[in-house]
């Protein structure tokens, strides 16, 4: 067998059984062994001994090494030792607890004070045993002062009887339901579950009430739609938990790890949840993002409409939303946005002069144009005829899409670098671009939902659902109230 010596610690290791005095200093051809953490409180139960904070070593007397060990042959090859979490202490004789080794360990101190407290204990101790007829059979009559480490002489001090209500002892025979714990002993059985669930309930409870005070906030929904909950859960046969935390995700881009600590479920369950329920709710709101008729629309048109333009029927613009660097070279070409500098995925999106979203198309590579993207997304078939159209100079060259429908595209003049802007094209610029704006106002509205935002860095694994997630967000920001109040 392998001899080979490890590190010696600073205080001479000693057995932990009470019944066994074995230390290294008086038997150095002996082996010990730490005691795991997760054997320390059953075995200090099984020897009859109050289990300390400190290191706890067992000699080789009892314990078996090929039985005991679970890395046996690393150890005989000279590797440090480690028990198995089932080992189990052979040849020792309980010994019952008492009121000396209740309080105080049979480790020596290396400290003046802890070495002047185990003397003062053991003497009055004695005393009281003499006084009140309790046996001293296990009371240690001498006890060292002083070791090899603590060489010092202790100041006298009056000794204080110990009463006889703290000689009572204890039941040593603790059930094994039972641990110690910060408040008292805890019962870790069936009762003690059950209530640790209802704290998790009672907590969940809290969050849901929170979240229902300010829906808005915590889930993008006005107060007065929280009943489209309970009848999206019906219509679809979803539960309206699981629509609360979908919404949540997609407002507040929380991790699953730090949801399961909040709604106090497992990560992995979240996930699955949040996958599931994203493609329900996107069909439901689907339903919600629609191009009004002509006459709906100029019932409710601003004011700044009415005077110049208000045969408008949609403004449109493009959005982007940074992705994690796909690992295909193929696919960071596609989504490489010049403008944002990042991987992108880009939208067209498009709402009514009083900002009602009615238009929202695929998601398609940073680096697609917004005439490809208007052509390839089906928006020209969704206008009726003679539409008017309000964009931006970076659609100027979708006129010819539109004149398949005799639409009309309203944008501001062109810019020339070696010609200056007439009066009248500098004032319709500033018309339109003030105009325009209001579709910037819905686009920053759906950046409300964190997941949306510019740089939110969406997930590899989540880009599959990010159109589902963003006809969510289009669908609850129109249940929202409008962005223009003069309507």
Known sequence: MNTNTYQRYKDPKTCFIPTCSKTDLKNPDLKFFTVRKELKERWCQMVGRKCPSRALFCCEDHLNFEEDLENYGQWISGAKPRLKINATLKNFSKKPLTAINMNMEDRPSTSSAAGMQVSHSIDSAIQCDKRIGVSNKYVMAQAKTQTRATQFRGRKIKERVIPSRMMQLPNTEESPNQ???LFGTSNFDSSSSAQQEHIEKRGREHLLKIIANKPKLFLGLPKSFWWIINFIAQECSCLAFHIILTFFKLKNNDSFARMSEEFQMARSTIRLVFEKNVVVLSTYFQNCIYLPPLTEIKKKLPLAFKIRYSNVQCIIDCFEIQIEKPSDPE????????????????YLIGCTPAGYISFISQGYGGRTSDKAITEWSGFVDVLPLNAVIMADRGFKEIESLLSTKNG????????????????KDV????????????????IRRIREFHMLKPHSVVNNK??????DLV???????NLQNPIIKDV
């Open 408 to 423: 009309k595209l309203l944008r501001p003049p062109s810019v020339f670098a070696n010609q200056k802007m007439l009066k």
């Open 471 to 477: 006809i969510i967000a289009c669908g609850l920001s």
């Open 427 to 442: 004032i319709k610029t500033k018309v339109i671009a003030s105009l325009r704006v209001h579709v910037e106002r819905v």
């Open 179 to 181: 641990s110690p714990s």
């Open 462 to 467: 989540h880009i599959k659902y990010l159109d």
């Open 331 to 346: 696919k960071q070409a596609q989504t490489w946005s010049q403008y944002k500098s990042c991987n992108t995925i880009k």
